[in-house]
């Protein structure tokens, strides 16, 4: 999901250098899709059909594309849609908002990855948009959710630098990220190099809520969710796992 708080939007080129630099990063798209799909069948083994939220780039749904019968996506971002397009022939990519969407159909599994949910900005958007996803999923579905940052374990004015080769690119991210009420404001800034496309500069800002769990955990009871957590995957972010009623 591209954000909804950002100095410069996303363009279709500006998308890919975003998956870029998180594959130079080392983040295994991979192990995560099977993590998530050894955990949804614990609870529901013969789930056929995923909706992954705020898909991004479809960097993940590309890997539960291998490991279900049916998959589709949904992100508000339309240079990310047409990435997603583009890269996923026959996968259907949704341009549409996580917090109110209607797709016309149930799925099995919901996924929602990289801590898109902290875009929800209100606890009131948060329940919504559980609410949503649980409108779309069937009696038993289960959804996966990697949250953002809780309170406690946010790092007020963290500075994070990465530099990756791919594709003939060089790109450079940094970023800083401080506490702004109940949320952490997020500044990153890329620099992008090519022999041929030369050297260019975009920045991006986040707003992204520090919910607490607890407030995630009302947020999936009231939207008719028995819900888990499970501590320390996601780079410490954690994984909720919850089953419609």
């Not at 939220?53 to 992100?75: D, I, K, N, Q």
């Not at 409108?135 to 953002?148: E, F, I, K, T, Y």
């Not at 007020?156 to 690119?169: E, P, Y």
């Not at 050297?199 to 809520?209: G, L, T």
């Amino acid at each position: 999901m591209a954000p909804p708080i950002l100095l410069v939007m996303y363009g279709v080129e500006n998308a890919q250098i975003y998956e870029l630099i998180h594959e130079g990063r080392g983040k295994d798209y991979l192990a995560e899709a099977e993590e998530i799909t050894r955990r949804v069948r614990r609870l529901k083994p013969d789930a056929g059909a995923l909706l992954d939220v705020a898909c991004g780039t479809g960097a993940h749904l590309g890997y539960f594309a291998r490991l279900f019968a049916r998959v589709e996506g949904l992100e508000l971002s339309e240079a990310m849609v047409a990435v997603a397009a583009r890269r996923l022939a026959g996968v259907p990519v949704h341009a549409g908002d996580m917090r109110a969407f209607d797709l016309g159909r149930t799925f099995d599994v919901i996924t929602c990855m990289f801590g898109a949910l902290g875009y929800a900005e209100t606890e009131a958007e948060l329940r919504e948009t559980l609410r949503c996803f649980a409108r779309h999923l069937v009696p038993g579905g289960v959804a996966a959710v990697d949250p953002w940052w809780f309170p406690e374990n946010f790092l007020d004015g963290h500075v994070s630098g990465d530099v990756a080769a791919v594709d003939g690119l060089t790109v450079a991210r940094v970023s800083h990220s401080a506490r702004d009420g109940a949320a952490c404001r997020m500044n990153v800034h890329y620099v992008v190099a090519g022999a041929r496309s030369g050297v260019r500069h975009f920045e991006e800002a986040h707003r992204i809520s520090l919910f607490r769990r607890e407030q995630y955990e009302a947020a999936f009871a009231a939207a008719g969710f028995t819900v888990g957590y499970v501590d320390g995957l996601h780079s410490g972010r954690g994984l909720f796992v919850g089953v419609r009623d």
